[in-house]
């Protein structure tokens, strides 16, 4: 019986947190102290986000990897996005890893897709460091946040040996970690000298043969299609007889033309792959994320990657509007079905379906935020398309209808508790739990249906004036919990196409929250503003002052248009109803009916009337 043994000179350490709890800028001063830079290299912050999407939001979207040496170990550091609507990049950047920092808000403590993330983590079996960051934050709480973080692991079901994790505190904007709060606050170093004392190296058995499982795909306009993934077993050069497994099983030659290994944020050839080691294959064009890559004399196939089930679904369909073609290239139907095609290539938590109208695709991911940067991603692609209402996908168990259902956590101040308990509860959401300590905000949890949510984080942000903090995660699938208004207000939509007038506007400024400002293009069936009440309007945007030769007594009053909030993408994903849809290009987001016609929604909705009365 063959035994395991593990390759010393390698570490492969994911790095998970929080939205905003610095694990970007902790990675970049691992960077600078490893010795990647050169001491007069001029170096971008946040280096590992790559994705202009990344740094506009401040977030990381994508997993991604680098090296660094320390010592005579070299460390593969994996970025992991810290939003659960990424958990697809999650699950594949812990496939790759044997331990995790997690990286903790000193004064925030951990949250909720901190929770997701370390979930993932202590489910794969990995060892844990935890780190708490901005220790000099004035409100900074160590001691509190370190005793939350054992309550978290104890309450994810930990292990005693899980349970038993070393605590460094660090602060990642000044590049410096200690092992108590009294150390000196030198350097990294004792980070850098935890990571390799305690994160194991990769596990192999030396007796079987080459097997890669791949986890993630990457693009070069040189090489192709990049497969990347870590080596379970055995090594292997680009010259060898490989072949790779897909879903269905069946073994197809994989013609390696490079082989490569991170070192830093670059890529260097590989003259062999060891075991454990992050490797990059390029050359093999269909191979697919959780295929197995292994000898063509001993084909065994790995577990493929698993990830969890989608729970929100959005109809892409061609730009039908009057005023489509005018600033996007890719407007075609075939063009939208690649580019979402490619998208599943690259991202397991992303599926796409054919929908029986045609010209139109049923794309499921984990999440609205997950879609909408799909959605500005292709965008900035030059594409043009209609999406409709992100929709949450009901499961049915015999007779009985079940809906995703989040866990959701609220912080805000103590005087805004009613109103947010009232909001949540008329989306059929039930409080679990209530924590006031006294300091003036309080922390709620609740449990709401997923569809609940859609469309209310704006309203939230509203009601607590701009101060609440609001995260959820998916807790499973619960009985269906009944019916409930997704919006208490209707829209204004012209009745004809032209350019919006000051005048009209100013005089429909009454009837709701305008969208568009003068000389704006409307059309037939845009929606151009929302109605303060609960019932849709055909109005006139276009309609001007009619002029005489009589002269004014006194003079014409000056419009004073009231400004208008910039449409943005989720906004406009969270207003629209199920018969709307966003029209995205890349200069406009606009939102209209699905039917444009006045003339034939009317009739719609006469016999529906009809049909229920």
Same mark, same amino acid.
């Given at each position: 019986?063959?035994?395991?043994?593990?390759?010393?000179?390698?570490?492969?350490?994911?790095?998970?947190?929080?939205?905003?709890?610095?694990?970007?800028?902790?990675?970049?001063?691992?960077?600078?102290?490893?010795?990647?830079?050169?001491?007069?290299?001029?170096?971008?912050?946040?280096?590992?986000?790559?994705?202009?999407?990344?740094?506009?939001?401040?977030?990381?979207?994508?997993?991604?990897?680098?090296?660094?040496?320390?010592?005579?170990?070299?460390?593969?550091?994996?970025?992991?996005?810290?939003?659960?609507?990424?958990?697809?990049?999650?699950?594949?950047?812990?496939?790759?890893?044997?331990?995790?920092?997690?990286?903790?808000?000193?004064?925030?403590?951990?949250?909720?897709?901190?929770?997701?993330?370390?979930?993932?983590?202590?489910?794969?079996?990995?060892?844990?460091?935890?780190?708490?960051?901005?220790?000099?934050?004035?409100?900074?709480?160590?001691?509190?946040?370190?005793?939350?973080?054992?309550?978290?692991?104890?309450?994810?079901?930990?292990?005693?040996?899980?349970?038993?994790?070393?605590?460094?505190?660090?602060?990642?904007?000044?590049?410096?970690?200690?092992?108590?709060?009294?150390?000196?606050?030198?350097?990294?170093?004792?980070?850098?000298?935890?990571?390799?004392?305690?994160?194991?190296?990769?596990?192999?058995?030396?007796?079987?043969?080459?097997?890669?499982?791949?986890?993630?795909?990457?693009?070069?306009?040189?090489?192709?299609?990049?497969?990347?993934?870590?080596?379970?077993?055995?090594?292997?050069?680009?010259?060898?007889?490989?072949?790779?497994?897909?879903?269905?099983?069946?073994?197809?030659?994989?013609?390696?033309?490079?082989?490569?290994?991170?070192?830093?944020?670059?890529?260097?050839?590989?003259?062999?792959?060891?075991?454990?080691?992050?490797?990059?294959?390029?050359?093999?064009?269909?191979?697919?994320?959780?295929?197995?890559?292994?000898?063509?004399?001993?084909?065994?196939?790995?577990?493929?990657?698993?990830?969890?089930?989608?729970?929100?679904?959005?109809?892409?369909?061609?730009?039908?509007?009057?005023?489509?073609?005018?600033?996007?290239?890719?407007?075609?139907?075939?063009?939208?079905?690649?580019?979402?095609?490619?998208?599943?290539?690259?991202?397991?938590?992303?599926?796409?379906?054919?929908?029986?109208?045609?010209?139109?695709?049923?794309?499921?991911?984990?999440?609205?935020?997950?879609?909408?940067?799909?959605?500005?991603?292709?965008?900035?692609?030059?594409?043009?398309?209609?999406?409709?209402?992100?929709?949450?996908?009901?499961?049915?168990?015999?007779?009985?209808?079940?809906?995703?259902?989040?866990?959701?956590?609220?912080?805000?101040?103590?005087?805004?508790?009613?109103?947010?308990?009232?909001?949540?509860?008329?989306?059929?959401?039930?409080?679990?739990?209530?924590?006031?300590?006294?300091?003036?905000?309080?922390?709620?949890?609740?449990?709401?249906?997923?569809?609940?949510?859609?469309?209310?984080?704006?309203?939230?942000?509203?009601? +607590? !004036?701009?101060?609440?903090?609001? @995260?959820?995660?998916? &807790? =499973?699938?619960?009985?269906?919990?009944?019916?409930? $208004?997704? #919006?208490?207000?209707?829209?204004?939509?012209?009745?004809?196409?032209?350019?919006?007038?000051?005048?009209?506007?100013?005089?429909?400024?009454?009837?709701?929250?305008?969208?568009?400002?003068?000389?704006?293009?409307?059309?037939?069936?845009?929606?151009?503003?929302?109605?303060?009440?609960?019932?849709?309007?055909?109005?006139?945007? +276009? !309609?001007?002052?009619?002029?005489? @030769?009589?002269?004014? &007594? =006194?003079?014409?009053?000056?419009?004073?248009?009231? $400004?208008? #909030?910039?449409?943005?993408?989720?906004?406009?994903?969270?207003?629209?109803?199920?018969?709307?849809?966003?029209?995205?290009?890349?200069?406009?987001?606009?939102?209209?009916?699905?039917?444009?016609?006045?003339?034939?929604?009317?009739?719609?909705?006469?016999?529906?009337?009809?049909?229920?009365?």
């Amino acid at each position: 019986m063959s035994t395991f043994v593990r390759n010393d000179r390698l570490r492969n350490v994911a790095i998970i947190a929080h939205v905003d709890h610095g694990k970007t800028t902790l990675v970049d001063a691992l960077f600078r102290q490893s010795g990647v830079f050169r001491a007069d290299q001029q170096v971008d912050d946040r280096v590992m986000d790559r994705m202009d999407l990344e740094r506009e939001r401040g977030i990381t979207i994508a997993a991604k990897n680098c090296a660094v040496t320390w010592g005579d170990t070299k460390i593969n550091i994996i970025d992991t996005p810290g939003h659960a609507d990424f958990g697809g990049e999650v699950e594949r950047a812990l496939s790759m890893a044997d331990g995790a920092v997690l990286l903790v808000d000193s004064s925030e403590g951990p949250l909720p897709q901190t929770r997701f993330v370390l979930r993932k983590t202590l489910e794969a079996g990995l060892k844990v460091i935890v780190v708490i960051n901005k220790i000099d934050r004035k409100d900074a709480r160590v001691q509190e946040v370190l005793n939350e973080v054992y309550d978290l692991f104890i309450d994810l079901d930990a292990t005693e040996e899980q349970l038993e994790f070393p605590v460094l505190y660090a602060i990642g904007r000044d590049g410096v970690a200690m092992r108590s709060l009294d150390d000196p606050r030198e350097s990294l170093a004792p980070l850098f000298e935890t990571l390799v004392s305690v994160i194991p190296g990769p596990e192999y058995d030396p007796e079987e043969p080459f097997q890669m499982l791949v986890a993630d795909l990457d693009y070069s306009d040189y090489l192709g299609r990049l497969g990347v993934g870590r080596v379970r077993h055995g090594s292997a050069t680009a010259k060898d007889a490989l072949v790779y497994i897909g879903p269905d099983g069946t073994a197809r030659s994989a013609r390696v033309t490079r082989m490569q290994a991170y070192e830093g944020l670059q890529l260097r050839d590989l003259d062999v792959a060891q075991p454990g080691e992050i490797v990059v294959l390029a050359g093999i064009e269909d191979i697919t994320i959780g295929d197995t890559i292994c000898t063509r004399d001993a084909q065994r196939v790995l577990p493929r990657i698993r990830v969890d089930e989608p729970t929100v679904a959005m109809r892409f369909t061609i730009n039908t509007s009057p005023l489509a073609g005018r600033e996007g290239k890719n407007v075609q139907s075939r063009k939208i079905r690649d580019r979402l095609m490619k998208e599943t290539l690259r991202n397991v938590a992303v599926r796409v379906d054919e929908a029986e109208e045609k010209d139109s695709f049923i794309v499921k991911g984990r999440g609205e935020f997950q879609m909408a940067i799909l959605i500005e991603t292709m965008r900035r692609e030059d594409f043009e398309l209609c999406v409709g209402r992100p929709e949450v996908i009901f499961h049915r168990e015999g007779d009985q209808l079940l809906e995703p259902v989040e866990h959701l956590y609220v912080d805000c101040d103590e005087g805004f508790m009613g109103v947010v308990t009232e909001k949540i509860t008329q989306r059929k959401g039930r409080m679990l739990n209530c924590v006031n300590n006294g300091t003036g905000r309080v922390r709620l949890e609740y449990s709401v249906p997923s569809r609940g949510l859609i469309g209310y984080r704006d309203e939230f942000l509203t009601d +607590t !004036k701009g101060t609440g903090i609001m @995260n959820s995660l998916l &807790s =499973g699938y619960e009985p269906y919990r009944g019916d409930f $208004p997704s #919006r208490f207000t209707g829209s204004i939509v012209s009745d004809r196409a032209g350019n919006a007038v000051a005048y009209a506007l100013f005089n429909l400024e009454p009837r709701g929250e305008m969208f568009v400002v003068p000389g704006n293009p409307v059309y037939e069936g845009m929606i151009v503003g929302e109605h303060n009440r609960d019932n849709d309007i055909d109005v006139n945007p +276009t !309609k001007e002052k009619k002029l005489t @030769n009589m002269r004014a &007594s =006194g003079k014409d009053e000056n419009v004073i248009l009231t $400004p208008v #909030r910039p449409m943005t993408l989720e906004r406009a994903l969270r207003f629209v109803r199920e018969d709307e849809l966003v029209e995205v290009t890349p200069q406009s987001i606009r939102l209209r009916k699905a039917e444009l016609s006045a003339q034939k929604r009317y009739q719609a909705g006469a016999a529906k009337k009809k049909a229920s009365a």
